[in-house]
């Protein structure tokens, strides 16, 4: 009865700590407290965390009560947790703060083991953390082995010195289990709660990140798909075949303005290959009001993919086509191809012209411009780092080669790289 009590007890204190703690992470952002760790947080950051956790150990030792004559607290919650965050020095401090405010209340002859006890507790805790790391496993089997150790270590000492009093401290071992497990729970719950918010605000800016590069994107598309040349060619053709052939004016007409809807008006994160293709198309009968018959345009057979299932970031491939016909055109004249193949799992996306070539030009430059490097980096967060984008020589014959490869598996999630989803997948893994 006495271990129930114990643990119950304790519990309910413990609470009342993850409660404070938890009021504390929604006020400071979790980067406060994880963004330097140990050894490399700064003078400023271990001032904070002693302020903070040296309270709430301190707070602790006030959370106590006695049973059997023996008296138990949560002081070692916030010691251990401060070495943790802070490394040895702040938990040595902390420890010593709580540790001094709780011999003074205890005034006995255990006053000076019960400061040894926090001071210990903090600086192993700091030795733990810079050696063992702080994930799950290692924060629940520390605060374990750090409690067992001052335990272990000072009741030789007392032994040595007392050894009738060290017996009688040692004799019931199941409150010292429970005092144990109550503040590993309260050690654990702190640090779990602490890395959550940590990777759910991770997820959030990760996710706010991919959102402003599509909007750049979609402003990217406005400012280099619909130029000022563009638009006024276009608009040229268009009152010369109103008069000359108005079937081909409405054509186009209504062409543009499919295209400006897909371009400005979508909000959605992702699309099908299928949309993005029929994008192309709309895209290249548009650009043919300046090329004329010059432009020769190829999208060839997938009928190895699900075009349907195949899910692609809007405005994906479009800045791809427009770098083959911008550099790849002699003499008003270019042929471009468009390839979706998949083999071996791997889903391949291929621009093909036959210009100059890229001559060896990489991505960051002037060459394939803000637009490919754009594509590069919405691959990259939309396929969470699994996509890749090169250009290089065709090879067969004279002409550049854009690719987009991704795993197919991964191609056809529905995952969008959204908030939500990402949240979830930040909350399995801290989780699991």
Known sequence: MEFLELILNLLEKVSVLVAASLVLLLLRPAEVWLGETGAHASVRRRLFLMAVLGFLAVWGVFLGFDIGGMGFNLRAVGIIVAGYLGGRKVGVLVGALAGFVYAVTLNDPTSPYVFAASVIDGGLAG????????????????????????????????????????????????????????????????????????????????????????????????????????????????????????????????????????????????????????????????????????????????????????????????????????????????????????????????????????????????????????????LERFYHGEATLSLDERGDVEGACAEVTVPYELATRTTGGGLRQQAREQLKKVIT
């Open 127 to 378: 030795l733990w953390s810079r050696k063992i790391g702080t994930g799950v496993i290692s924060v629940i089997v520390g605060a374990v082995v750090i409690q067992l150790v001052h335990h272990v270590g000072l009741g030789a000492v007392m032994a040595a010195l007392d050894f009738d009093q060290a017996i009688a401290i040692a004799s019931n071992l199941e409150l010292h289990a429970a005092k144990i497990a109550a503040n590993v729970i309260g050690v654990s719950v702190f640090m779990g709660l602490l890395s959550l918010v940590r990777e759910l605000e991770l997820t959030r800016r990760e996710a706010k990140t991919s959102r402003d590069l599509v909007r750049s994107a979609k402003l990217e598309a406005l400012q280099y798909q619909v130029r000022p040349h563009f638009l006024f060619n276009l608009l040229n053709t268009l009152a010369y075949l109103i008069r000359t052939n108005p079937v081909k004016a409405r054509e186009l007409t209504l062409d543009l303005s499919e295209f400006l809807r897909y371009t400005l008006a979508r909000d959605d994160e992702q699309t099908t290959l299928r949309d993005e293709l029929e994008q192309l198309e709309r895209y290249v009968d548009l650009e043919r009001a300046r090329f004329g018959e010059g432009l020769q345009f190829e999208l060839a057979d997938a009928d190895d993919v699900d075009l349907d299932a195949v899910v692609v970031p809007p405005l994906i491939l479009q800045p791809l086509v427009e770098n083959a016909i911008r550099h790849g055109a002699r003499e008003g004249k270019v042929s471009v191809r468009v390839e979706v193949t998949c083999h071996e799992g791997l889903l391949s996306v291929r621009v093909l012209d036959d210009g100059p070539g890229p001559g060896g030009i990489k991505l960051d430059t002037k060459r394939t411009g803000v637009g490919l490097v754009n594509v590069s980096e919405r």
